[in-house]
């Protein structure tokens, strides 16, 4: 039977692809794909109003797969909000993949390359369709994410339980930390031949400096030329702090297609980047912050791939709750006119701010489709003010939304605009929340940037610390930071006790020191952080980490201050934010954010 | 083909059964039962030397199942030892039910009654093996026992997650406190037709009083005199505490055989009960305390039915690590004779025991089968002592046996002996360590008998503060007292001021405040526990816990000096303990374990 490639309606194809996919095929020889990242399960799954949303998205999305007959389901990372999910969470996603996945329609794709490679962590290595005692119906090939990695005991990832059951086919791991090889999954239907490469999550810095350094290698098939070389992982897209970016010509040009896991804003129409490298973004399909990005309509896509060529057809997703973002900033106050209407200036605000709600409700009915009719929306507006009696108690405010909004703690946000100063200037006048005017927008590199700028480390190395600070955002390990400061100074005071160096030797003893541990950071942190008798010590004997509890809660209570920085909200939308809803990620004041969001050039589109 | 049912080795039929069961019958009749409970999956497993011995035997267990092509496997409770089991725990079983439960021998037993009502909580409710996606070989059939009883974000058991797998068919889960009505599932196989009833567990105490007040109804089939009527139910069997305890006349008399989860020690040969009921008792397959009923050699059982006959066979399994318990009491310091040797009361003792070790370890060896060779003892001597001059420090003692012996840390318990000391002297002395006589081996009857004795609770009561205990040790939940007491003071407070009694009414209303919550106390206590926002705060964000914690911490570093208590040792071998290991079911004194173990009046043999 034939079939036209760009029949779709709805369908965004890029101009070079498009002329080969238009033209007829025959659908033996065609592999269709639905494509989705991000997935989140469990994200506010104990909030009242939000708990089933990821799980009724999730459904919708195998439905889709279902519907539209595909060959296989390919996920970029973060199925999983929570690196150790409840058990509910794997319940219910265990009971979606049974439901959807399993069944008697013929799985028509061949596994070409060898599963033990492939899929090394099975006690058994094959792809789920070929076990003989599952019947299985569409094969879900899965890379994890940052927030669904391995972690714990063993170092065990939620992906890895569902790829016991045989429900994923989970692939991509990878351990070394000095170098990257991808062995690709190769896949045949008819006459098409898919690489599928994939890559689950590494931190973006080493990554990044593993392709500087040209350790990261894609193991391409003879014949690559006779492949459709398709690339899934899951790493920042922007240029997302002092170090943290993947080259722009990294990519190597033999890829055809790769799909793009992590960011959150939908822009899944392929874009063509400088070498010729197709890029997908699904976008995440929950949105996890009240971001502008978010608020961007969700998207899954069917890739269809024929020989050389393929179409991505975007399928905007029903169950999403609609979430609309707006900013509004306030006149100043001797443009208000407040003695006129006898109110003071912040009844004044919140009577404005009360109108545009109403209107933002609104924009949320329209975007409404059937099934949304029911939900209550998101609503964020950021409020910007440049005087303090325009401010006005945004949570109390919030409370009448209760019944109309879903989130009413968080609807309205004030946020106080300073005039731009001079790095200079700042430099001067150090404070506490003195920021640099261009803030990197990770917290990590507030780390760096902070002791590199104030170079107030003599003894300890800053590497670890960033990465235990790291660690305690991306894995809600609130811990970590305090045990690794404290190792580090134990340590160093055994190291120079039991070497007794010479008094003029004892500075240079320490830098050494300290430069041997800079190296060796992300091993050295893992290693402290993984010790068994500290894991041992938090499954389920809390209480005994009585002392060192208590300078954690320290730590994370600044942490959560972070979160009420002015600027969360602006941030762009991303998945990294940090496990268990912090955000992280944002810049801090609002002029900074400004300007990241302007220097990035990218569009972020309001829901329309 | 026929078979002669009393064929196998090693058997101890029980004689009313036995001639009916030598007889000849058709296989294609009998029914074929591996019998197994308490795997304790996941204990010990963060141990360097024990880790992997839960999965090992575990692994036994399905190798027997599967050599002896048993109809299906029958599981008494508490297949893992933490109610929310690490991912690798979780990992690991999937992986073994996999692997040995899943395959092409067909399954020969038909299920009759209504899966609806066997598996009410699965999305599509069916025995496995009928699920069409799925190729079942051997159907596990489960009860949850105190270990792995639902928790947390809406109520999911481990078990359950291996429902909704496919792997283990979980039945017998029941949620009202006011009734119990146990419906069976009903096995068909040739002539022989099986009723399982399954009751997972339920608070004994609870249990107790719903037999007592005959609210306990199991659904027999019609014509039940044609059906085999099989129990399984995790539950204490020793009358534990002050009202734990199932009357010895409360099965009702129409059942054939109750496979009884819950104990540790096994006597799996059927034993007769006064009303003609015959009980197996399986014990644990690894020892999960050092006590004297774990050293009883551990075995599963083939269980055989044919119409209303069966036959137990026990199989004894090879991979458990060895374990000897013995107890050591000293010789009165005139007796030894320390001042000819030159040596020290305390070196002198060392020496001694230094010599009951080694006899110890070589009885382990005896012990031996060919996979034990390898697997270093369990070794526990506990010392006694009338004399402080006789004690040493066994933890560095234990030190000099790290490469012999499994548990080098607690491999000697020294315990001083207290002469006996009359109740009404101790009342009179109330120190803190001023333990009654014969003292109530559980912690919750301990504190019913401290406010009961002294009754120094006026406004808040007993009851609720004793669930909160309970949780706290079953299920690790350190918070509970403090917040259930924290809850109970700010509740009575409001409910005071709110009510605003007349002065010389304020008694009275106490009184009646204080017993409505008694009487309600255990739906109150999960309810305040189960909060959604306490949940929410558990889950992730840890750090917020600020104040409650570090009460919390006081309490639960109070419970762990309990477990230094003497006698933990020479409780019997229950699973009940805590979870996380900590022993709580134990006596305290020595005197009064040892009562305690007399009053019981069961043969508790060493291994021998």
């Keep these: 039977m034939n079939i036209k490639m760009s029949s779709e309606s709805d369908c965004e194809v890029q101009e070079t692809q ?33 708990d089933q949303d990821t799980f009724e998205t999730f459904e919708e999305i195998l439905q889709i797969a279902a519907d539209e007959q595909v060959d296989f389901i390919l996920l970029g990372g973060d199925l999983f909000h929570h690196a150790r999910p409840t058990p509910y969470c794997i319940y219910k996603c265990t009971e979606l993949l049974r439901k959807y996945c399993l069944g008697d329609k013929p799985v028509e794709i061949e596994f070409l390359s060898d599963p033990a490679r492939n899929f090394p962590t099975l006690e058994n290595p094959r792809v789920n369709y070929e076990d003989p005692n599952l019947n299985v119906s569409i094969p879900v090939f899965s890379i994890h994410g940052n927030h669904d990695d391995p972690t714990g005991h063993k170092q065990i990832s939620a992906i890895d339980l569902l790829a016991t059951t045989g429900l994923i086919n989970y692939f991509g791991k990878w351990n070394s930390y000095d170098y990257v090889e991808i062995e690709p999954i190769l896949l045949r239907k008819g006459q098409t031949k898919l690489a599928l490469y994939g890559l689950s999550h590494i931190k973006d810095e080493r990554l990044g400096r593993l392709f500087l350094d040209k350790k990261v290698k894609m193991l391409a098939p003879d014949e690559t030329a006779d492949w459709f070389n398709l690339l899934v992982w899951h790493q920042n897209r922007a240029t997302r702090g002092v170090k943290n970016f993947i080259p722009d010509d990294a990519l190597p040009e033999f890829l055809d297609l790769v799909v793009w896991g992590h960011e959150h804003d939908c822009r899944i129409e392929p874009e063509r980047r400088a070498n010729g490298v197709f890029v997908s973004q699904p976008g995440s399909s929950v949105a996890t912050s009240l971001a502008p990005g978010e608020a961007i309509t969700k998207k899954v896509g069917i890739l269809k791939v024929y020989k050389k060529t393929f179409m991505m057809t975007p399928v905007q997703l029903r169950t999403v709750r609609p979430f609309v973002f707006h900013e509004m900033v ?15 200036y912040s009844e004044l605000t919140m009577q404005m701010v009360r109108d545009k709600i109403e209107s933002m409700i609104n924009e949320a009915k329209g975007l409404g489709r059937v099934e949304r009719v029911s939900k209550k929306p998101l609503i964020r507006l950021n409020v910007k003010y440049r005087d303090e009696k325009q401010v006005f108690n945004a949570i109390r405010f919030g409370q009448s939304y209760l019944e109309r909004v879903a989130n009413p703690e968080d609807t309205v946000k004030c946020q106080g ?10 430099k001067k006048n150090n404070e ?22 104030n170079d107030s480390l003599t003894c300890l190395p800053v590497d670890p610390i960033n990465e235990a600070v790291k660690k ?18 134990k340590e160093t005071l055994q190291k120079l006790e039991e070497a007794m160096p010479e008094i003029e030797q004892v500075e240079a003893f320490l830098a050494d020191l300290k430069a041997s541990r800079n190296r060796d950071s992300a091993n050295f942190v893992n290693q402290i952080l993984n010790d068994p008798r500290r894991v041992r010590k938090r499954v389920g004997n809390n209480e005994q980490e009585s002392d060192d509890n208590s300078d954690a809660d ?31 990620r944002g810049g801090r004041g609002s002029n900074s954010s400004r300007a990241t969001r302007a220097t990035r050039g990218r569009g972020r589109g309001r829901a329309k």
């Design 330 to 344: 306030l006149k100043e106050l001797n443009e208000m006119d407040a003695e006129d209407s006898g109110l003071t």
């Design 18 to 50: 498009e002329s080969d996919a238009a033209e007829g095929r025959n659908e033996e020889d065609i592999i269709t794909v639905l494509v989705a990242t991000d997935i989140h399960l469990g994200f506010e799954e104990q909030d009242p109003v939000r």
């Design 554 to 584: 320290d730590i994370s209570a600044q942490i959560d201050d972070d979160d009420d920085a002015p600027s969360t909200s602006t941030k762009p939308a991303t998945g990294p934010g940090s496990r268990g809803g912090r955000g992280s």
């Design 432 to 453: 506490a929340f003195d920021m640099p005017e261009i803030l990197p927008n990770r917290v990590e590199d507030l780390v760096l940037t902070h002791f590199s700028e």
């Design 472 to 489: 305690c955002i991306d894995s809600n390990d609130t811990e970590a930071p305090i045990i690794i400061v404290n190792h580090l100074i």
């Design 417 to 426: 605009i300073k005039e731009p100063v001079g790095r200079q200037n700042k």
